[in-house]
């Protein structure tokens, strides 16, 4: 499985408790699943415009997008409907809501199957 991370944290692979560096993609690749963490709406929206040519070569793909939770107390302006609506509007859809971390939420979109 091919990996792409975007603006990922720098304790990554502790909030892993793995490092999967070996399984990153380089800029040829088409990953397999991507883990995009977004600090505002508009790098939200920046980085999922350009994911979605991935999408169209690998409609398999998983996305997750992480953001800061409420109680980290750091500032955002993403919340879980905003993301889980720009899917909506952008052929996605969410499956899943995690913790990552404390400070980390997660939301797992993928292309629904009437689609791939």
Known sequence: MKVLLINAPDNYF?????????????EKATPDL???????????HAEMKKLKKICVKNPNIIIWVSWYKKSSKMATDITENEI???????DLVDIKVCAVSNDWSGLKLVVPKNKR
């Open 84 to 90: 889980r609506d720009y899917a909506l509007k952008n």
């Open 34 to 44: 991507v883990h995009l963490f977004a600090t505002t709406n508009h790098e939200l």
């Open 14 to 26: 502790s909030l892993l408790d793995s490092n999967i560096s070996h399984q990153l993609a380089d």
